[in-house]
């Protein structure tokens, strides 16, 4: 597990800091010796070589050089190494003068010791697995609560000196906390640990702050600072970058103590396994961190090779605890890598499917975007709205006859909406009346309206009229729908009757309020239907008809309405139809308002880093 792996390495390392006073390490006690003394003149810089020995490499180390070696294992005195650091003759003292580098008797004897007890060689730490060595031998067996325990008794014990006394408790969990959670602890935290007599107080305490949120957190803090991650681009105007989610995903892993393999995968080929989960890609995020640009002088090959340059360094430095990106202009100098290995990693980050230029964008693809519960709701609507619409084209438009792209059940499942055919202007492509003069439009402020800029209103002194007809885009009628319309009284000048008037083919669909004095139509008959008494003159009033009534059938499409009054003054605004089945001129509109849709989602930050 990722905890128990990183924990792991912490005690494998304290255990090598404390080490077995009776022997030295090479990676801990002599490598750092001879890379600062040895190495510029005697490692892997082939131009700067001398006398064709190499000291960074066991085979260089032990090889015969005709007869001579510098390192012979337990024999100081035959190893040409100590020999020449160890002389007091100028002109074989290594290093020499002239480079200025000295080295000290501590570490001279250091060389003696480490060859005397049989010279072992160790390879870079990365590439050995850690491993918990023997406890040491110790004096106070009884002081030891754990392994780490040990060794940093016996290291005690061999400087002469006693552990402290066990901390108090208020220090303790101020220590602990901070270790585990990065957070001091509250204050009744600090009181419930005080005042807990039971003996495994300290290990319960352990226990809640790694399961604490807080612990993903802290330990993500300092993988992150390894990862490079940013909330910006990093260069040119520097924007906001969404790439949190990968924050939250590497808190979550560990929170949830992934598997450290899990969580190396996960994070350098998440994409790359069979068919990833959407955290998966969201690891991938950590490839994603680097520095990028868009400034208008950049060279988009250049910084496409940064960038991978960049990701194969950082994978080296996080993972394998090595200064790679060295080795991108030459042979590593210190760690083992070559030039030629470099790039055969970097092959690797060379195959990113990205624009070098980041646009200075959120979300500079590619992307995953990630999306809440309740946008998923929202988003699976918008699909079935779109479909819906996609079907009401398909099915015809501008005057043409539908075809029914629906089944009954999907009708029922439809939610019924409010379509506006008319308000503050004749629907596109519509005749109006032939007297033009008929059609008179009046502002709000001056006249009565009750939605958007204008009503349109007429005056007679018997039977009066104006309609247009030949819409381009036309209602379509589905079961249950209705029509719609809001109509104003003068109360001055109210009329005796109002009648509306609908064409699908012909005008024998009417319905009509107050007093039977128009002649048109059979009253009583879908020609003619009455709906009752007039609308309170005065005030607003919406008027509705059901289709069925005025003798429509499912599937009829409606191109005319016509608007009749007898005597008076009639205001009339916002007209249409109640319906499940989407209408062509908002099948329009909702081609239209895809792309607001789109920026919606957006606003709402619905990115992940791919």
């Given at each position: 597990m990722l905890r128990i792996k990183l924990s792991g390495l912490a005690l494998a390392w304290a255990c090598l800091a404390a080490g077995n006073a009776e022997e030295l390490q090479f990676n801990r006690d002599i490598k750092p010796i001879l890379s600062e003394n040895c190495f510029p003149c005697h490692g892997p810089d082939a131009a700067k070589r001398k006398a064709k020995l190499r000291l960074d490499q066991k085979t260089g180390a032990f090889a015969d050089l005709g007869g001579r070696h510098a390192l012979v294992a337990g024999k100081p005195d035959e190893s040409g190494l100590f020999k020449r650091v160890s002389t007091t003759n100028l002109n074989q003292i290594m290093p020499p003068a002239k480079t200025g580098k000295t080295l000290t008797s501590g570490q001279i004897e250091q060389l003696r010791r480490w060859i005397e007890q049989g010279a072992q060689w160790q390879e870079h730490w990365a590439f050995t697995p850690p491993a918990n060595p023997a406890p040491p031998e110790l004096k106070n067996r009884d002081w030891p609560r754990n392994l780490v325990d040990f060794f940093v008794l016996a290291r005690l014990e061999k400087e002469g000196l006693q552990p402290s006394p066990e901390a108090s408790r208020e220090t303790l969990i101020r220590r602990l906390s901070l270790d585990l959670t990065g957070l001091p602890p509250t204050l009744a935290e600090l009181d419930a640990f005080t005042r807990d007599p039971a003996p495994d107080a300290y290990d319960r305490l352990v226990d809640r702050l790694l399961r604490s949120p807080r612990y993903g957190e802290h330990m993500a803090r300092y993988w992150l600072d390894g990862a490079r991650y940013g909330d910006t681009h990093g260069l040119h105007l520097d924007n906001e970058r969404a790439i949190w989610p990968y924050r939250d995903w590497l808190i979550k892993a560990f929170n949830e103590n992934q598997p450290f393999n899990q969580f190396t995968i996960e994070?350098?080929?998440?994409?790359?396994?069979?068919?990833?989960?959407?955290?998966?890609?969201?690891?991938?995020?950590?490839?994603?961190?680097?520095?990028?640009?868009?400034?208008?002088?950049?060279?988009?090959?250049?910084?496409?090779?940064?960038?991978?340059?960049?990701?194969?360094?950082?994978?080296?430095?996080?993972?394998?605890?090595?200064?790679?990106?060295?080795?991108?202009?030459?042979?590593?100098?210190?760690?083992?890598?070559?030039?030629?290995?470099?790039?055969?990693?970097?092959?690797?980050?060379?195959?990113?499917?990205?624009?070098?230029?980041?646009?200075?964008?959120?979300?500079?693809?590619?992307?995953?975007?990630?999306?809440?519960?309740?946008?998923?709701?929202?988003?699976?609507?918008?699909?079935?709205?779109?479909?819906?619409?996609?079907?009401?084209?398909?099915?015809?438009?501008?005057?043409l006859e539908y075809q029914d792209p629906f089944s009954p059940d999907e009708?029922?499942?439809?939610?019924?909406?409010?379509?506006?055919?008319?308000?503050?202007?004749?629907?596109?492509?519509?005749?109006?009346?032939?007297?033009?003069?008929?059609?008179?439009?009046?502002?709000?402020?001056?006249?009565?309206?009750?939605?958007?800029?204008?009503?349109?209103?007429?005056?007679?002194?018997?039977?009066?009229?104006?309609?247009?007809?030949?819409?381009?885009?036309?209602?379509?009628?589905?079961?249950?729908?209705?029509?719609?319309?809001?109509?104003?009284?003068?109360?001055?000048?109210?009329?005796?009757?109002?009648?509306?008037?609908?064409?699908?083919?012909?005008?024998?669909?009417?319905?009509?309020?107050?007093?039977?004095?128009?002649?048109?139509?059979?009253?009583?008959?879908?020609?003619?239907?009455?709906?009752?008494?007039?609308?309170?003159?005065?005030?607003?009033?919406?008027?509705?008809?059901?289709?069925?009534?005025?003798?429509?059938?499912?599937?009829?499409?409606?191109?005319?309405?016509?608007?009749?009054?007898?005597?008076?003054?009639?205001?009339?605004?916002?007209?249409?139809?109640?319906?499940?089945l989407p209408q062509a001129d908002q099948a329009f509109d909702s081609l239209n308002l895809w792309d607001s849709w789109q920026q919606e989602i957006d606003s709402h930050h619905l990115p992940q880093e791919s």
């Open positions: 994070q350098l080929a998440g994409d790359l396994l069979p068919e990833p989960t959407r955290e998966q890609l969201v690891a991938t995020g950590f490839n994603r961190c680097n520095v990028t640009t868009s400034e208008g002088g950049a060279i988009p090959e250049e910084f496409a090779a940064r960038y991978a340059v960049d990701r194969a360094e950082t994978m080296g430095t996080v993972w394998m605890g090595l200064t790679v990106g060295c080795a991108a202009c030459h042979d590593h100098k210190y760690d083992p890598i070559s030039q030629r290995e470099f790039y055969q990693l970097y092959a690797f980050f060379n195959q990113f499917d990205e624009n070098p230029m980041d646009g200075n964008d959120l979300l500079p693809p590619p992307v995953v975007k990630l999306s809440t519960p309740a946008q998923e709701q929202k988003l699976a609507a918008f699909d079935r709205e779109m479909e819906t619409v996609r079907r009401v084209i398909r099915g015809g438009l501008g005057g009708v029922k499942n439809l939610a019924p909406r409010e379509y506006v055919w008319l308000e503050d202007d004749l629907p596109e492509g519509a005749t109006p009346s032939k007297d033009e003069r008929a059609w008179q439009f009046a502002e709000s402020g001056k006249a009565p309206v009750f939605s958007g800029a204008k009503s349109h209103w007429g005056k007679a002194e018997k039977t009066g009229q104006h309609f247009f007809e030949h819409a381009k885009n036309r209602l379509r009628l589905g079961k249950g729908d209705r029509f719609f319309v809001y109509a104003y009284l003068d109360p001055q000048d109210p009329p005796k009757e109002i009648m509306l008037q609908f064409n699908s083919g012909d005008w024998e669909h009417r319905a009509f309020w107050g007093e039977d004095l128009i002649d048109m139509g059979v009253t009583n008959t879908p020609g003619r239907i009455n709906r009752g008494g007039l609308p309170e003159p005065g005030r607003w009033t919406r008027l509705e008809v059901d289709a069925d009534q005025v003798g429509f059938k499912p599937g009829a499409t409606i191109h005319g309405l016509a608007f009749t009054q007898h005597g008076g003054r009639v205001y009339w605004d916002k007209a249409g139809l109640v319906s499940r």
